[in-house]
Structures are given as C-alpha cells and as structure tokens.
C-alpha cells in the first residue's frame, strides 16, 4: 500500500482532511517512523473516536514526553538552522534548532517557514511531537500554529547559536562559531545527485579541534583562513562531533586571527570514554600489552581493511598489500583503551620499515616475530598518546597521531608509591 493510500484510509477513519493527514504521515516516515507506528501516532493525534480528543495539552517543555501525539508549549527560540534534505524524490527546505522555558529545553523541526528568529518567545499550538535518539522532539508542521508570546521568558540557556567548538555535541543545529582553517581538500563523492564535490578537512579554535565537511564548497574556506561559520549543523563522526556546512552557511572572512589551540585535553582514560568520543584527546598510560593483528600485515588492495589468510572479508580473495601498524592496549588505572598506530609510528618503535620486517620474518620464519619486536619495546613502559577517540560496542580505540614515551621512571614511582602506603 502507498504512503497515499495510507493517508487516504486513516483520513476517512478519522474524518480529518486527507492532506494534513498526508503532511504529517510524511513527516514521520521522513525520520524513520514505520508507517504502522506513525499512523497510531496519528490517530492518538486526531482522534479515533474510542476516546476523548480535546486537543493538544498545554505543557512545560521538561514534561513533553515520546508518549505525547501533540502538545502546546511556550519557549523562547534559541537556535534556528535551515537544510535542504531530499525526500521522496523532491528536495525540501526544513527549518530546526531548540526553544527552552524555565523548565529545559528541547529541539525542533519545522516543515514550514514560520519565519522564526532566535530571541523570539512563542507559543507553538499543536505541535506534534516524535522520538529523536531516544529524545522528544517538537515537530513544527500545517497543523501547527505560531504566535508571539505577551511577554519574554527569563530561560538558562545562551541564544543565538554562538558556541566554542569544545561546546558542540551531535545533534546541534543553527550553530555560528569562529575558527581558523588547519586543514581541506577536495574530495568527489557519490551524491544524492551523482558525483559531487566536497569539501573535507580540520577546523580550530582557542579550545579544540574538530573536523568539518562543505557539502557547498565555499571559496573563502581555505588552509589559514580565519572565519565565522553561521548556521552549522552538527553530526557524529567516528564517535566524536563533526562541523556540517551547508549551502545556507554564511561564511565571512574574520578581522582577527583565531588562534588554534596547541593542546589537546588531556584526560584520565575513563573520563575519555565518559565522553563517548573526542576528535582530540591526550592520553597517559602505560602498554600492558600488544594485540593480535599487530607487525607485519596486509591490507586489502580494494578497501584498506586487513586481510587474514588472503581473505578480505569485503573483496573475498584478494593479493594484501604489506603494512605496519600496532594495536597497544593502554591502562591508567581508571580504564584501558586500544591505542592504534599506523605505518610510519610503528615504524619509528620498530625502528625499521616494511622491507626490514619482511626480512625480519623470512630470517625467524614467522610473521609474529616482528610484533614480537615491538612488545619489547614498549611492553610495561608508560606514554603520552594523542589521537582520535572512538567508543562503540566493541570497545575504546585511540588512532593515534603521536605516541611519545614519558620520563617516568617506572621504579621510582613505584618507589614513591610503596612510601606513602606505609605512612
């Protein structure tokens, strides 16, 4: 059955116009809703005639729930962003952002333009509200009616959308922030219109770094530039948050250098992990071990991934292509995190290349042996590691960008330690 057949039944069995019904039937399937759970929502919404439906309630914004079908809120809007997502073939323009009251805050998305600013205290009636990543989240649409509240709300919350990047978290939209460009390049990918260029790289200011994708190339983002972003979304990129730009993205060349900050913040491993990801992170603990999958491998000529017994789990079989890397596993004493290192740090522990290893393992006859290397190395030594945290369900990995040892001296730590034990 069509997403329009739908439509037309669940009309007629509520007695509501069809093409509201339609607009609001989309709009959920548009964020994944099935179409058997959007059409419940929508007949808790209108009314199926089983119970009372005197229309939307009149809620703070801390007690809207996921189990709301509609609700009428008062808040000031804090953010107010604009993308074009393509749906069902057609491209449309949606608006999104916060609206908080004194009691919390929550997001929004519009399918209309209500012409909302931030700063501005509303009252959005019969407003739909859906699940979002476990959140509700107030869905703006031709049932939905805006009007300017009688008088401001005194919220907790900044507006605007001015935000460091050490503030942002996935999800944020209509967010401006001041940066200075480290690192694009020009990458063409396959689009939702073909092939299509991009833009990809790092981006810095006085707290962090992040990374950033221009699916609009802009001219002014450029290697050096120092720049103010209006209107950013932000997603989740390998655990950590990363800066969208889009075609409503006005950039403006800044009169003032935005100075990138040379540290990364330097976390206890458990705190790193709390996090659920960060771009940059420092990292001190010692190498309890090294894993398997370390040394002398090879990587698949098609997706870079590691081949074992000539077997790529993508490309079947497959000529590797030889590599180094380790795979450390680093312990603090709050937790512990797979460090990985690519070719050229590995390189630099085993003090050799791709050639001295193959030769390394033809002389002992066992590809291991040059693993074995490393482990000495750097078994039950300490270092400072800086990198990219990601967390998933298979654990903490930590790509690291520099591996350096401490000058702490294992033993006179240990010294030190026992000391204060027997005050």
């Known amino acids: 059955m069509s997403l329009d057949d739908h439509a037309e039944e669940l009309a007629s069995s509520l007695g509501v116009d069809k093409t509201e019904v339609k607009s609001d039937l989309e709009n959920l399937v548009e964020y994944s809703v099935p179409v058997e759970e959007a059409k419940d929502s929508l007949r808790r919404k209108y009314g199926d005639g089983s ?11 801390a007690d809207v729930s996921t189990g709301d079908s509609s609700v009428t809120v008062t808040g000031t809007v804090l953010t107010v962003g604009k993308r074009s997502i393509r749906y069902q073939g057609s491209d449309h323009v949606i608006f999104e952002g916060e609206i908080a009251d004194e009691s919390g805050k929550i997001s929004y998305t519009a399918w209309d333009d209500f012409g909302l600013e931030a700063g501005q205290t509303i009252t959005a009636g019969n407003a739909g509200v859906r699940e979002w990543e476990g959140d509700p989240e107030l869905n703006l649409g031709e049932s939905t009616t805006i009007q300017l509240a009688d008088e401001d709300l005194a919220v907790d919350y900044p507006v605007g959308g001015d935000a460091t990047l050490a503030e942002l978290e996935p999800g944020d939209r209509g967010i401006n922030v001041e940066v200075t460009v480290l690192e694009v390049e020009t990458k063409t990918i396959d689009g939702r219109d073909g092939e299509t260029d991009i833009l990809s790289g790092i981006l810095a200011d006085e707290t962090t770094r992040l990374p950033f994708t221009d699916w609009e190339p802009h001219e002014a983002i450029t290697e ?4 103010r972003l209006e209107d950013v979304f932000v997603r989740e990129f390998r655990g950590a948050p990363s ?23 330097a976390l206890a491993v458990r705190d790193a992990i709390d996090s659920g990801g960060l771009f940059d992170v420092e990292i001190v603990g010692n190498v309890i071990a090294v894993r398997d999958g370390s040394g002398l491998i090879e990587r698949c000529p098609e997706c870079g991934r590691v081949v074992q017994n000539g077997q790529c789990r993508t490309h079947g079989a497959v000529d590797g292509v030889d590599d180094l890397r380790v795979k450390a596993i680093l312990d603090d004493g709050t937790g512990t995190v797979t460090a990985i290192l690519d070719d050229g740090l590995t ?6 290349g791709i050639e001295d290893a193959k030769e390394h393992a033809r002389e002992e006859m066992d590809q ?4 074995d290397a490393i482990r000495e190395e750097i078994v039950g030594r300490e270092f400072r590691v800086r990198g990219s945290l990601s967390v998933d369900e298979y654990g903490a990995n930590l790509n690291a960008r520099t591996f350096d040892e401490t000058e702490d001296d294992p033993a006179a730590r240990a010294s030190d330690l026992l000391a204060e034990v027997r005050q």
Do not use: C, H, M
């Open 368 to 371: 291991e042996a040059v693993a």
């Open 51 to 61: 119970s009372d439906s005197g229309g939307p309630t009149t809620k703070d914004i």
């Open 347 to 352: 390189e630099e522990i085993y003090g050799g």
């Open 243 to 265: 800066v969208n730009v889009s075609e409503f993205t006005e950039v403006q060349e800044l009169d003032r250098t935005v100075e990138p900050t040379e540290e990364a913040p």
């Open 224 to 227: 050096g530039a120092s720049l």
